[in-house]
Nanobody
Framework: QVHLVESGGGLVQAGGSLRLSCAAS?????????MGWFRQAPGKEREFVAA????????YYADSVKGRFTMFRDNANDTEYLQMNSLKPEDTAVYYC?????????????????WGQGTQVTVSS
């Protein structure tokens, strides 16, 4: 069974940076796996932020974060990261990492079967 633990959230001023981490355990390392980051602001639906495929390391980003956020992984530690630069107040949300064994589209919540507990990111203006 896959288990995800996020860390790295916090309070930062606009224009600042944060790095989120997602430590995974129990993955099968199938070529069909993918990992994603989603976020949910108060009163809004959970939305896609970024995803990476296990096999080829292909990355996908929401338009709202493209050029500012980078998703990458450390294979040795089985950890995914989300490097967030040039943060804006509208980036304020709870950020979740998610695991998909395969299938579904990378930006759909339905494609992911396991979710972390979430970590709060607050960007002040």
């Amino acid at each position: 069974q896959v288990h995800l633990v996020e860390s790295g959230g916090g309070l930062v001023q606009a224009g600042g940076s944060l790095r989120l981490s997602c430590a995974a355990s129990g993955r099968t390392f199938s070529v069909f796996e993918k990992m994603g980051w989603f976020r949910q602001a108060p009163g809004k639906e959970r939305e896609f932020v970024a995803a990476i495929t296990w096999s080829g390391g292909r990355r996908y980003y929401a338009d709202s974060v493209k050029g500012r956020f980078t998703m990458f992984r450390d294979n040795a530690n089985d950890t995914e990261y989300l490097q967030m630069n040039s943060l804006k107040p509208e980036d304020t949300a709870v950020y979740y990492c998610a695991y998909s064994a395969g299938g579904g589209t990378y930006n759909s919540r339905l494609a992911y079967s396991t979710w972390g507990q979430g970590t709060q990111v607050t960007v002040s203006s």
